[in-house]
């Protein structure tokens, strides 16, 4: 699937997309600012993580759609 990069709306796009990301980076670093030795699989912070990369894949899609002129 590409993307329409000369689309006048594709910066509105990629911006969103920046805002979402910069919002849920925030609150993984949030969550692994209370777990300093976090290293993955069997942490109790892994769960949280799933969680936040779920939701930010779930509100991805969603801004997907909007902009679903913007994909040919």
Avoid: W
Avoid at 1 to 6: E, G, I, L, P
Avoid at 7 to 21: A, Q, T, V
Avoid at 63 to 70: D, W
Wanted: glycine share 2%; aromatic share 12%; proline share 4%.
């Amino acid at each position: 699937m590409a993307v329409n990069k000369k689309h006048p709306k594709y910066s509105e796009y990629i911006e969103k997309c920046r805002e979402l990301r910069d919002y849920f980076s925030q609150e993984e670093n949030q969550i692994l600012a209370q777990y300093p030795l976090y290293k993955g699989l069997d942490h109790p912070a892994t769960k949280e993580l799933r969680e936040i990369t779920r939701r930010h894949n779930a509100a991805l899609q969603e801004l997907q759609q909007q902009y679903g002129f913007l994909f040919e």
